[in-house]
């Protein structure tokens, strides 16, 4: 309407200036052009069309939502303590094991002939113990009576603390071969599942190798490892003990509680985290070593709290608000405190109530104090 009025405007000036007569047409012209666009008032914008949510007021639990490891409590890689040869393998590959059960049999024909021939030479010190001591004492009565000479006796009694010693050193031996002969006889030092055997029959092995026969994992129970952010120190070290932490496994989709939490004693000082070990049972095998799981922390629990749907919060640079809607259909902005938030809620602390209705689509074309149109959100 402007641009028109622009227009005609120009046009009349220069019939003025071509033409006196004109110009009394003219300014009636535009006198009626002027009343008429003074008169006609300009169109009302429409109320914004929005979508709102009601406030609720509930318990909730604030959870953290973390990636964890398992890991094995105990994990044994088993490797030979002697220099011998392997005769026999009593295990297989991921077989369940229990403390004790037999593993491999190294060869121990040397060791035990050597056994036989230490206790044979423990029997010849006793018997050398027996003489030598008579004769320790022949010699310590006689040269009380004067009769044996001092050089005698003292000979008797170093023949005696002599075979006394060599008696003692034979049994050191036959203890030592005793238990070189247990080293051949390989056992699992704990419950278990063994891994690949890594050293088949007929190898040799030495003791104490860099690569092991096989390794045993502990898998009941068993550890999930948590990485938690360091600013949730104060709230885990406060209830370490009894903070509830479940777990799923992505592909068996089974949930665990946990039977224990351990706070590590220091924070990783590379990513600036705390680590948690939690316990779980295990009888049914669905945690494995190495795997990843999702785990859920319950940090704290809030009784009756204001929750208001996530898409409601406005962020600005000093606050977050929302925007509630009065009954005569009139929004008013509300400045709102964050607890916590979920993927779909936001827990807040605000001057709300219970039932009050909150914008959560159109709110960007919204005024304070404004009117605006409702629009039913079908999800609700």
């Known amino acids: 309407m402007y641009s028109d009025l622009k227009e005609y405007i120009v046009l009349l000036i220069k019939l003025i200036k071509e033409n006196y007569w004109l110009s009394c047409a003219a300014l009636l012209l535009v006198c009626l052009l002027s009343y008429n666009f003074k008169s006609s008032p300009l169109p009302e914008k429409p109320s914004p069309l929005v979508k709102t949510a009601q406030v609720i007021k509930e318990d909730r639990v604030n959870q953290l939502h973390l990636i964890g490891t398992v890991v094995a409590p105990e994990s044994v890689a088993v490797k030979s303590r002697l220099d011998s040869q392997i005769v026999k393998i009593y295990i297989q590959n991921g077989q369940t094991l229990k403390k004790g059960d037999k593993l491999i049999q190294l060869d121990d024909r040397v060791l035990k002939a050597q056994l036989a021939q230490a206790q044979a030479n423990l029997e010849s010190n006793k018997a050398e113990i027996i003489r030598s001591e008579k004769k ?47 080293y051949a006889d390989i056992r699992s030092p704990i419950d278990g599942v063994a891994g690949n055997i890594l050293i088949t029959e007929g190898n040799l092995v030495k003791a104490n190798d860099t690569n092991a026969i096989v390794v045993i994992n502990r898998t009941n129970p068993i550890n999930v490892d948590i990485p938690l952010p360091q600013r949730y120190f104060e709230t885990v070290q406060s209830q370490s003990q009894s903070i509830p932490i479940s777990i799923q496994a992505s592909d068996t989709g089974s949930a665990k509680k946990t039977k224990g939490v351990i706070l590590n004693n220091a924070v990783d000082t590379t990513a600036r985290t705390l680590s948690l070990r939690a316990e779980f049972d295990n009888e049914s095998r669905a945690l494995w070593p190495g795997m990843f799981v999702d785990v859920i922390v319950d940090l704290k629990t809030y009784k009756d ?16 608000q929302v925007f509630i809607v009065s009954q005569d259909q009139v929004a008013h902005l509300k400045p709102v405190s964050i607890l916590f938030t979920t993927k779909t809620e936001a827990i807040v602390e605000a001057d709300l109530k219970s039932g009050d209705q909150v914008i959560v689509d159109g709110g960007f074309n919204v005024k304070p104090e404004t009117k605006i149109s409702l629009v039913k959100d079908s999800a609700q």
């Open 305 to 320: 709290v204001l929750v208001v749907p996530l898409k409601a919060i406005m962020h600005t640079q000093n606050n977050e």
């Open 136 to 182: 320790y004492h022949r010699d310590t009565e006689l040269a009380k009576r004067g009769v044996a000479a001092k050089e005698t006796l003292d000979q008797s009694t170093q023949a005696y603390r002599a075979a006394k010693s060599a008696f003692e050193a034979t049994q050191a031996q036959i203890s030592n071969l005793e238990t070189q002969i247990d």
